[in-house]
């Protein structure tokens, strides 16, 4: 699209002739960022991959006008031979840098997101969960995306530690353009993050209601991000997607 939004109509998609998602629409602004929330089992990250062109849906359409698009998936998938810095450098690879380049490249990166240079030197089995999210989520940033898709990209992370990396990805969106699409099942996380959320049904998942957060990132404190998930929380629409259901 010519303005750079990443846009999906009537995202429709089945597995093993099980409806996974139901004519799905949404739009995110070039530099936007947008929550995909719900249960589990609602198709969340199912959408994700169409978004970011891994999964073809079985019906509907997506644009995607990016160039440099970068995933953090739920499992970190960093290759057990390389070092923390090794798997950062790896998004590099493809460009036309000295290998030294982009090594001072995934240290910087590495340093942005918490990790040190004894950390850097470390292989995935010798990192805990968190780390290895936060090796993830360098390997991502480092390639400077245009388009970075996030699924619970936090969810191992400790509260200030996911306080801290949600701020560097929002930053990285407002002052590069980025556009971010991530799928939590925490509503703080999409308060905090998000300019718009969407909220999935059950499966199949259907876009049930659709969530703005005006007020700029910067000032959504505590106090903010508490209030807002009282006032989504007591919505019906979100009490019905979020409510068990005998297919669990």
Not at 65 to 92: H, I, K, M, S, Y
């Amino acid at each position: 699209m010519s303005d750079g939004a990443l846009a999906a109509s009537g995202i429709t998609r089945g597995f093993s002739g099980a409806k996974v998602l139901h004519a799905v629409d949404l739009s995110v602004p070039k530099g936007g960022v947008l929550a995909i929330l719900g249960p589990s089992g609602s198709g969340k990250t199912t959408l994700l991959h169409i978004l970011g062109g891994l999964l073809r849906p079985d019906a509907g359409h997506v644009e995607l006008p990016f160039e440099r698009p970068a995933f953090v998936f739920q499992d970190p998938l960093l290759l057990p031979w390389r070092t923390a810095r090794g798997n950062v450098a790896f998004g590099l690879a493809g460009r036309r840098l000295s290998r030294a380049e982009r090594l001072a490249r995934a240290r910087s990166m590495l340093v942005k997101v918490g990790l040190g240079h004894s950390e850097a030197g470390l292989y995935p089995h010798q990192l805990s969960g968190g780390m290895k999210k936060r090796v993830a989520l360098a390997r991502a940033l480092v390639i400077e995306p245009d388009l970075l898709l996030l699924d619970e990209a936090f969810s191992a992370l400790d509260v200030g530690l996911s306080r801290e990396m949600q701020q560097l990805v929002r930053l990285d969106a407002q002052e590069r353009g980025v556009t971010v699409v991530l799928v939590t099942h925490d509503l703080s996380e999409a308060v905090r993050l998000a300019d718009e959320a969407v909220v999935l049904s059950g499966r199949p998942g259907r876009i049930v209601t659709r969530l703005s957060i005006d007020r700029p990132s910067r000032l959504r404190d505590d106090a903010f991000v508490e209030e807002e998930i009282r006032r989504i929380a007591g919505q019906e629409a979100i009490r019905d997607a979020f409510r068990p259901t005998l297919s669990g």
